[in-house]
C-alpha cells in the first residue's frame, strides 16, 4: 500500500485509536480531574498525532521532521505517564492500563525506527 497521508502510517492508525480509546475512559474520569488529568491525558495522546501528521508534511527537509517525530515521542512517553497515574487514581484498571501502555509501547518504537531511518521517509 502507498502511504498518501499521514492518516496512511501505521504508527499514526495505532495512536488515533489510543487516543480514542482514552478520551472515551476518560469520560468516567471525576469532574475535579477536568483540568489536570483529564485534560493532559487527552492532549498527550492527540499530540501524537498531530505531530505525527506535522512530520509527514515537513518531509521536505530531515531536521523538521525528526523534530516533529521527536515531538511526538515526548508526547507518547507523557502519554504514558498520564496512563500510571489514571491506574494509581483507580480510574482504570490494571488491564486497560497495561493494554494502553503497550500500545505507547509500539508507538514509541515506530517513532523511534523513524527518527533512526528519516531518508525512508523524505521526499
Known sequence: MKIKT???LDVYKLAF???MEIFKLSKSFPSEEKYSL??????S?????????E??????????????????????GETQVW????LSCGYIDKEIHENLFDHYDHILAMLVNMIINPKNWLL
Do not use: P
Open 38 to 43: 483529564t485534560d493532559q491525558i487527552r492532549r
Open 6 to 8: 499521514h492518516k496512511d
Open 83 to 86: 496512563l500510571d497515574f489514571a
Open 17 to 19: 485509536k489510543s487516543a
Open 45 to 53: 495522546s492527540r499530540s501524537v498525532c498531530a505531530n505525527l501528521g
Open 55 to 76: 512530520a509527514f508534511r515537513a518531509r521536505r527537509y530531515e531536521k523538521s521532521f525528526i523534530s516533529k517525530l521527536s515531538i511526538s515521542e515526548c508526547e507518547a
